[in-house]
């Protein structure tokens, strides 16, 4: 199993079998591959402050390797009014963090602008509102809107069969760009 871990707040301690240990703060990403496998703990490094973050499990490209560890810090204005490549295993994607699965993880900092998205034929999304008031509206690929929803702190929905994905409101997105799998009814 690959798993992604994105802070919201607070701090993030993981210590695993293979001597990995460390502390995550807000903003930054903790990554771990099990590979043939790992013993691991995470928990709220903090007896006062709260711990809050969106953690992803991506069944791994390759099982057979060994386990992994790593993490990364980002800066808020790295992510600000952008998308922010946190993790992908997409050739074409610049990511801090090298998945071994067609997989890309991006986040965003929105202060009241627009941000838009554009989804490859037979990809899909999962967006959530980590925080904040967000507006969605997703596109065909005659630029004509399908839907729009609002999002609210801790709301998520899936994005199928759209070309394109627009947001507005301010608040703190996490968004996946992964592969429609079958016939999409299962994906």
Same mark, same amino acid.
């Given at each position: 199993?690959?798993?992604?871990?994105?802070?919201?707040?607070?701090?993030?301690?993981?210590?695993?079998?293979?001597?990995?240990?460390?502390?995550?703060?807000? &903003?930054?990403?903790?990554?771990?591959?099990?590979?043939?496998?790992?013993?691991?703990?995470?928990?709220?490094?903090?007896?006062?402050?709260?711990?809050?973050?969106?953690?992803?499990?991506?069944?791994?490209?390759?099982?057979?390797?060994?386990?992994?560890?790593?993490?990364?810090?980002?800066?808020?204005?790295?992510?600000?009014?952008?998308?922010?490549?946190?993790?992908?295993?997409?050739?074409?994607?610049?990511?801090?963090?090298?998945?071994?699965?067609?997989?890309?993880?991006?986040?965003?900092?929105?202060? &009241?602008?627009?941000?838009?998205?554009?989804?490859?034929?037979?990809?899909?999304?999962?967006?959530?509102?980590?925080?904040?008031?967000?507006?969605?509206?997703?596109?065909?690929?005659?630029?004509?809107?399908?839907?729009?929803?609002?999002?609210?702190?801790?709301?998520?929905?899936?994005?199928?069969?759209?070309?394109?994905?627009?947001?507005?409101?301010?608040?703190?997105?996490?968004?996946?760009?992964?592969?429609?799998? &079958?016939?999409?009814?299962?994906?």
């Amino acid at each position: 199993m690959e798993i992604v871990t994105y802070v919201l707040s607070g701090e993030l301690e993981h210590r695993d079998s293979i001597g990995n240990h460390g502390i995550v703060g807000p &903003g930054g990403v903790q990554y771990m591959s099990a590979g043939l496998g790992v013993r691991h703990s995470e928990y709220n490094h903090s007896a006062t402050e709260a711990l809050h973050f969106v953690q992803m499990w991506v069944l791994p490209g390759d099982v057979a390797g060994p386990p992994t560890y790593g993490q990364v810090d980002f800066d808020v204005a790295q992510r600000r009014n952008k998308w922010l490549v946190v993790a992908s295993g997409r050739a074409s994607q610049d990511a801090a963090v090298a998945l071994t699965q067609d997989a890309t993880l991006l986040v965003s900092r929105l202060e &009241g602008t627009e941000l838009r998205h554009t989804f490859e034929p037979g990809r899909l999304g999962f967006l959530f509102a980590a925080d904040g008031g967000i507006e969605a509206a997703a596109f065909d690929d005659h630029d004509a809107q399908i839907e729009s929803v609002e999002l609210a702190s801790g709301d998520a929905v899936r994005i199928g069969g759209v070309t394109r994905l627009k947001l507005n409101g301010a608040g703190e997105v996490v968004l996946w760009d992964v592969p429609q799998l &079958g016939d999409g009814a299962n994906s």
